[in-house]
């Protein structure tokens, strides 16, 4: 085990459809502490930036869509095995194949506005946390 930082996002849909309560509640309720927070209206090539491995995928268009849809929260969450545990909080990509209980289960739309964001190894966790963070900015 080990303290760990990892990167989250709240994804537009979620906050237009009111899950923002929840899903920080659900973070503080599995132990983790929350170090930096930011709500913003991302733009393509912040987007483009973050998202940099599907950029030549099929679907990034309708990702960077569903992105662009209304503003987002970043965040920067901190507790043991940081990265794993919230993967597994989230539950897998799809919401309709995510585990009854996780995030995307309970408040993801589709495949592509599945509710949350979260970091997948920790060199991903540290590119993505300064892509939009400065040190200022956490605490
Ligand atoms: P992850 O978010 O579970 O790590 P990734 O494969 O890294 O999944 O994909 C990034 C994001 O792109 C997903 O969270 C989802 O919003 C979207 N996405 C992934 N695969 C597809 C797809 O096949 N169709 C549409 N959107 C997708
Ligand atoms: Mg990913």
């Known amino acids: 085990m080990a303290l760990q930082r990892t990167f989250a996002i709240i994804k537009p849909r979620a906050i237009k459809n009111g899950h923002v309560g929840e899903i920080i509640s659900a973070i503080e309720r599995e132990g983790f502490t929350l170090h930096g927070l930011r709500m913003v209206h991302l733009n393509k090539e ?26 987002v929260l970043l965040m920067v969450i901190e507790g043991e095995d940081a990265i794993l545990r919230w993967r597994e909080i989230m539950g897998v990509t799809d919401p309709a194949k995510a585990a009854p209980g996780t995030l995307r289960r ?23 946390v300064h892509h939009f963070f400065s040190a200022f900015d956490l605490v």
């Open 106 to 128: 309970k408040f993801g739309d589709d495949l592509t506005r599945n509710a949350v964001h979260g970091s997948d190894a920790a060199s991903t966790a540290e590119r993505e």
């Open 46 to 71: 912040l987007i483009k930036g973050f998202y940099l491995e599907h950029v030549h995928k099929t679907f990034y268009s309708e990702l960077e869509e569903s992105m662009l849809e209304g503003p």
